[in-house]
Nanobody, 119 residues
Framework: QVQLVESGGGLVQAGGSLRLSCAAS????????MAWYRQAPGNERDLVAT???????RYTESVKGRFTISRDNAKNTLYLQMQSLKPEDTAVYYC?????????????WGQGTQVTVSS
């Protein structure tokens, strides 16, 4: 099993920066890809960025050039560095970890952390 604990959310002004963290515990050696999702009230949960076990990254178009996803495998921690924040970035941000299990891949979710960007 994998447990994910997120931190770093809060209130920030437009144009500011924020860094989210997601600490993984449990069977961390089995984790392959990790990702950040976000969900605004009344909206669907959308993929923000992904990072593979090898460090390859992908971003949704709206955050490309502003957000950076990274992972520290030694600390079992996932990060999302957010810059040039906009009010439309306001959402609950969730981290995920894909665990390699004998029958396939199991996706674990964090509890979510609120990010609010004021204009």
């Amino acid at each position: 099993q994998v447990q994910l604990v997120e931190s770093g959310g809060g209130l920030v002004q437009a144009g500011g920066s924020l860094r989210l963290s997601c600490a993984a515990s449990g069977s961390t050696s089995d984790i392959i890809a990790m990702a950040w999702y976000r969900q605004a009230p009344g909206n669907e949960r959308d993929l923000v960025a992904t990072i593979s076990s090898g460090g390859s990254t992908r971003y949704t178009e709206s955050v490309k050039g502003r957000f950076t996803i990274s992972r520290d495998n030694a600390k079992n921690t996932l990060y999302l560095q957010m810059q040039s924040l906009k009010p439309e970035d306001t959402a609950v941000y969730y981290c995920t970890a894909d665990q390699d299990v004998p029958y396939g891949t199991r996706r674990h979710w964090g509890q979510g952390t609120q990010v609010t960007v004021s204009s």
